[in-house]
């Protein structure tokens, strides 16, 4: 093509073999350098001009067809390196293939292990879950059961010892096997749950309410080791949880109990001991939490009980003391809470104390001031609730303290009227609970204010029936309890009024029976409470 569009294809061949043949003898002259040997294009051009020499034409020189030769070997060793080259690079590709598929298919098998592993973790997880929902649900069914096994046992302990407590009458060996039943199946609970506290604290509550039974069988030293065995199980319950107010709280009514028996017993150093223990928890509590208004309450209630134990180790400072601040903190939360009964019930238990404090510490004046006081309190109490028999024992007792008042003072009519009303009140309160020892006990009170009143009027046979009333409640009550210091001082008391009766009379016999009963009971009295 290059040549059929020249004219004179001669003078065109001899163009370019002037010009090759200038190429090549540079080429020749320098050395045959490889940067003048002919490249693709050239090369074939020159190759087509060799091929197309007119016939009449020179022939190329040697140095041009060298030069051709020497290009045409040039250009198939740099193709060859190529070709080599891209068959290498191919190899490469193919073996960065090779392993890039290895890899992937790798890859592929280890997602689709991994796809399998989830899978599998996914039913484990969900076979994990049925099973963790499946213990809850049985967790959660045994917990129920539980409540329900705690709850009705603590409903029939409680109800049991409060309804043996009101029959009364039941033999100590009878009273005994029915308690060990229902301790049997707390036991019971305890192995099935014996690190569970709630069981514990059941445990506890139970031998309180039972202690507190057989002190009302007139079995005070099975009580009183029920009581103990109650506060050590709240001393442990306590050490498991210290700064728990409820336990510490437990522990402090369990320790009062101790002192009640003691006090009952005689042993009012041992009666203070107690209380003063559990003044020490419940004041703890207070001061801890001081907005507490149950903490609050139940230092006063604790201050009650301390203050009796004072009086009765003849400490009539320390007892009003203790009663002037109970009356503090029961006004103060009275003025919070106006509505609430708990604080004045609590005034109208509080006051006799006051008022005894008082009169044994020679403050007459003071003492009816605070009887008069608590009678207020007690009246108004029962206009809203004439049931309310907490209240109706604190009514007796201002009515008896007040009662006293008039009959030192010589009015023998008020003193007649405030004894008559105190002793209806009793007398009702026995009839609703015959077996409760204390109401009794008040009874027996009552009925000797009685025969003073007929003693003083001048009727020592009217004075009489009251008294033989008294003796035969209390014989009854003391073959319960022999060692009832309360019952025993009563029972001094009414056989000596019998004497003194039976000596205005003129009944000598019948007046040295009254008093050598009278030293018996007080020698008994003596044993128990020497002071």
């Not at 509590?285 to 903490?295: C, L, T, V």
């Not at 009980?305 to 009539?316: F, N, S, Y």
């Not at 007459?364 to 009678?375: N, T, V």
Request: aromatic fraction near 6%; proline fraction near 3%; include cysteine.
């Amino acid at each position: 093509q290059f040549y059929a569009a020249d004219p004179w294809p001669r003078f065109a061949w001899m163009r370019q073999h002037a010009d090759l043949g200038e190429l090549a003898e540079e080429w020749a002259e320098t050395g045959r350098r490889r940067g003048l040997l002919l490249g693709a294009a050239r090369l074939g051009e020159a190759e087509q001009w060799v091929a197309a020499r007119p016939a009449t034409a020179p022939p190329p020189t040697g140095n041009t067809l060298a030069l051709i030769a020497a290009s045409r070997a040039a250009v198939r060793q740099w193709r060859n390196t190529l070709v080599g080259a891209l068959a290498l690079g191919l190899l490469v590709a193919l073996g960065l293939a090779a392993v890039a598929y290895l890899q992937r298919q790798e890859a592929l098998a280890q997602r689709q292990d991994a796809i399998v592993q989830r899978t599998m973790a996914e039913r484990q997880t969900e076979i994990a879950r049925a099973r963790e929902r499946e213990a809850a649900d049985q967790r959660d069914a045994a917990e129920r059961n539980f409540r329900l096994a705690y709850d009705t046992l603590e409903a029939v302990v409680l109800d049991l010892a409060v309804g043996l407590r009101q029959v009364g009458g039941v033999r100590l060996a009878a009273l005994g096997a029915m308690l060990s039943r229902v301790e049997g199946a707390v036991g019971g609970l305890t192995k099935a749950a014996p690190g569970d506290v709630r069981v514990q604290r059941l445990r506890a509550m139970m031998l309180i309410e039972f202690g507190t039974t057989y002190l009302a069988a007139g079995d005070r030293a099975t009580a009183e080791r029920a009581y103990r065995d109650a506060v050590e199980i709240m001393r442990a319950i306590v050490k498991l949880r210290p700064g728990d107010t409820e336990y510490e709280n437990d522990l402090a009514w369990a320790v009062s109990k101790i002192g009640d028996v003691r006090l009952r017993a005689g042993d009012a150093a041992g009666a203070l001991a107690a209380y003063g223990e559990q003044h020490a928890f419940l004041r703890a509590w207070a001061d801890r939490e001081p907005d507490s208004i149950r903490a609050r309450q139940n230092v006063a209630a604790a201050l009650m009980r301390l203050g009796d134990a004072r009086l009765a180790v003849r400490d009539v400072p320390g007892a009003s003391a203790a009663f002037d601040e109970a009356v503090l903190i029961l006004r103060d939360l009275a003025r919070r809470e106006p509505g609430n009964r708990v604080w004045q019930t609590g005034l109208a238990a509080l006051l006799s104390r006051v008022s005894r404090a008082r009169r044994e510490g020679g403050d007459r004046p003071g003492a009816l001031a605070a009887a008069e006081e608590g009678l207020g309190v007690a009246r108004t109490l029962l206009r809203e609730r004439p049931d309310d028999n907490a209240t109706r024992v604190a009514l007796a007792t201002y009515l008896t303290i007040t009662g006293d008042a008039a009959l030192a003072s010589g009015d023998r009519s008020g003193a007649t009227a405030a004894f008559d009303e105190a002793m209806e009140v009793r007398r009702d309160l026995v009839r609703r609970d015959p077996a409760n020892a204390e109401w009794q006990a008040d009874l027996a009170v009552s009925l000797i204010r009685a025969a003073e009143v007929k003693l003083q009027a001048g009727d020592p046979a009217g004075s009489l029936a009251p008294l033989v009333e008294c003796v035969a409640g209390l014989r009854a009550l003391v073959a319960r309890d022999a060692g009832d210091v309360r019952l025993l001082q009563l029972l001094v008391d009414a056989f000596n009024g019998i004497g003194f009766a039976k000596t205005r009379i003129g009944d000598v016999g019948g007046a040295s029976a009254a008093f050598r009963d009278a030293l018996l009971a007080a020698r008994r009295l003596l044993d128990r409470d020497p002071d």
